[in-house]
């Protein structure tokens, strides 16, 4: 499998569930982004990684929390959201250092908290 | 703050017309200017920006930047139905902070 892909591509949970959102990526990038794009809203960023550490979290809540265990795979784990959470949560990958780069993005996961 | 503002929001055209999206932006170290275009859900990268005044182009979408002014247009000719998407500017400034527009909506009409 080529380029970035994520999983699940659509999700629907409780505010009490606790889930996870998988990204991986097959093009060597070192850094990798969680993206919120709600509708009617600009791209949020969220969270960056850069060689596996963290070096961006944009004031996001703390029920969502990342975790990069290598430069291949980014998750997002998801606890106690709220209805407002629901969006389309995409991942994306660049090479290295300099985010301005091209990112590629995976196809994204589509959550809906009830 | 950071702002990057994207118009028109929305643009209805026929197959064949000419069409040029805007994005103004307010930056900090401004380094690059990029833009998207989104389908039915991943942006696809179009053209990074990064100089004044030169033309980046690829078929019928072209792309320029003004620093001085603080702006960047993208054109589109001769336009076809599957151009039909929301068109993304995006602009990496400080703190390496990648900064999103609302996105254009452009609707082709056969």
């Known amino acids: 499998e080529t380029g970035v892909t994520q999983t699940p591509r659509h999700l629907v949970m409780g505010m009490t569930n606790k889930k996870s959102l998988k990204c991986e990526q097959h093009l060597g990038h070192n850094a990798m982004y969680w993206y919120k794009q709600s509708a009617k809203k600009p791209l949020e960023l969220m969270f960056v990684y850069n060689f596996k550490e963290q070096t961006e979290n944009n004031s996001v809540p703390s029920r969502f929390s990342p975790e990069c265990p290598n430069s291949s795979h980014l998750f997002l784990h998801l606890h106690t959201l709220q209805p407002e959470d629901s969006a389309l949560y995409l991942c994306?990958?660049?090479?290295?250092?300099?985010?301005?780069?091209?990112?590629?993005f995976g196809p994204g996961t589509r959550l809906t908290v009830t | 703050e950071d702002k990057v503002v994207q118009s028109p929001l929305s643009l209805v055209v026929h197959e064949g017309d000419t069409v040029t999206l805007n994005c103004s932006y307010e930056?900090?170290?401004?380094?690059?200017l990029l833009w998207y275009k989104q389908e039915k859900k991943a942006p696809t990268f179009l053209f990074m920006l990064t100089s004044s005044g030169i033309e980046k182009k690829s078929g019928r979408l072209s792309s320029i930047l003004d620093k001085k002014e603080l702006f960047s247009i993208l054109n589109i000719t001769a336009t076809q139905t599957g151009d039909s998407a929301v068109y993304l500017c995006?602009?990496?400034?400080?703190?390496?902070?990648?900064?999103f527009g609302q996105g254009t909506r452009l609707t082709i009409n056969p």
């Open positions: 994306a990958s660049s090479q290295e250092k300099d985010y301005s780069y091209e990112q590629y």
């Open positions: 930056v900090t170290n401004f380094r690059s």
């Open positions: 995006a602009v990496l400034g400080g703190a390496q902070k990648l900064v």
